[in-house]
Nanobody, 120 residues
Framework: QVQLVESGGGLVQAGGSLRLSCAASGSISSILAMGWYRQAPGKQRELVARITDGGSTTYADSVKGRFTISRDNAKNTVYLQMNSLKPEDTAVYYC??????????????WGQGTQVTVSS
């Protein structure tokens, strides 16, 4: 089973940028879609962005125009470029494999995630 490891989080000031990486232990080329999720303290985990095997992307309204998801199948890695960060983006970010294009069904285990903290 392909395992996922997230990295790239950190502490950044509002307006700053970070690039998160999700490295897979095996090939992701056959996975229909990959999603980035986040969970803030006291809140439910939410889907932030997803990318299909064909490269189609969708974003949550709260990050549209600021975040960009991409995937490099040759490197078995999915990225999340986050620009114009806001304090409300503070959360633990996770990536996940999706069985459906819309990520309504996911599979595998959640990793440890990577913490993103945005100071005001």
């Amino acid at each position: 089973q392909v395992q996922l490891v997230e990295s790239g989080g950190g502490l950044v000031q509002a307006g700053g940028s970070l690039r998160l990486s999700c490295a897979a232990s095996g090939s992701i080329s056959s996975i229909l879609a990959m999603g980035w999720y986040r969970q803030a303290p006291g809140k439910q985990r939410e889907l932030v962005a997803r990318i299909t095997d064909g490269g189609s992307t969708t974003y949550a309204d709260s990050v549209k125009g600021r975040f960009t998801i991409s995937r490099d199948n040759a490197k078995n890695t999915v990225y999340l470029q986050m620009n114009s960060l806001k304090p409300e983006d503070t959360a633990v970010y996770y990536c996940m494999k999706c069985r459906t294009y819309g990520c309504a069904i996911i599979f595998g285990s959640w990793g440890q995630g990577t913490q993103v903290t945005v100071s005001s």
